[in-house]
């Protein structure tokens, strides 16, 4: 006899743009990808025909539209928290919701007179994202983090001394490129303002780098400790990090047979298949 063990739907990939309009002409721009997802406290609709306590995922996607109408502002992670929120209070069947908030990020472009009022360009290096988790019994969860951030040093990077077996073929590096797509999730301390999590992002971000470019490193493993460390550090309000590493591989090309140096200046840049390495960093 079959069970269900755990059950979830939702909306994925809800897409929305805000404009904020300020008196003097100049506006802002906010563009969120939200994903909901709703247990209910019966699961009637998988394990019979009864449908009355689903809501439509037509009317998640209404919701998420309504809700940054009214409540988007310039805080993702206090969005996430709105749309959490939102379906326990109005819903008295739903259990649980999950919430993850991506967000595209528009700089403001500068021409020759400076910033401009109303002209945006993408910065495509990486995607933030919020992550809410809502329950009645298990209370509120809130993580930010940052998806495919693509990094890279030209040197002060190393890998010798690994284990060494029958089947391994990589040679010893004194010195090589180090380039990953970071990835990574910190987790809040309960019962943080709005004021207190706005700020969280950029200095994680920022003490991770500095600790990426001004550090040598002898494997990625050591680097992701010393960034998650430094993170951190850098922001009491989180409780721990948890960084997603994969390799960017640079292979050096052999140009000895084009009449120059043998595997120096020139690489294939490649990243499968890639070694990944992840660890979560507490305090």
């Not at 992002?201 to 003490?207: F, H, T, W």
Request: charged share 20%.
């Amino acid at each position: 006899m079959a069970t269900l063990h755990h059950s979830q739907y939702g909306k994925h990939r809800v897409r929305v743009l805000k404009v904020f309009r300020a008196p003097d002409g100049w506006q802002d721009v906010r563009e969120l990808t939200v994903r909901v997802m709703l247990t209910l406290s019966e699961d009637a609709s998988f394990s019979s025909e009864d449908n009355h306590l689903v809501v439509p995922t037509d009317t998640v996607r209404n919701t998420v539209n309504f809700l940054a109408h009214d409540s988007l502002g310039a805080c993702r992670h206090a969005f996430t928290r709105v749309v959490g929120r939102h379906f326990l209070a109005t819903y008295a069947h739903v259990a649980s919701v999950d919430v993850v908030v991506e967000e595209k990020s528009w700089d403001r472009w500068r021409g020759k007179d400076g910033p401009h009022p109303h002209v945006f360009t993408h910065q495509a290096n990486g995607s933030p994202e919020t992550y809410g988790v809502f329950s009645r019994e298990g209370g509120e969860s809130l993580a930010s983090g940052l998806r495919d951030h693509l990094i890279l040093k030209s040197t002060a990077s190393s890998f010798t001394g690994y284990h060494q077996c029958p089947l391994t073929t990589l040679p010893p590096a004194e010195d090589r490129i180090l380039a990953t797509r970071l990835s990574g999730r910190w987790t809040f301390a309960d019962g943080l303002g709005e004021d207190a999590l706005a700020s969280v992002d950029e200095r994680v971000l920022a003490a991770m780098m500095e600790t990426f470019a001004g550090t040598h490193s002898p494997s990625v493993q050591r680097t992701l400790f010393l960034m998650g460390e430094a993170a951190l550090a850098a922001a009491p309000e989180i409780v721990s990090v948890t960084l997603h590493l994969p390799n960017v591989h640079y292979l050096g090309l052999d140009m000895s047979k084009l009449g120059r140096p043998g595997q120096k200046d020139v690489y294939l840049p490649t990243d499968e298949p890639h070694g990944q390495i992840e660890a979560t960093i507490t305090r």
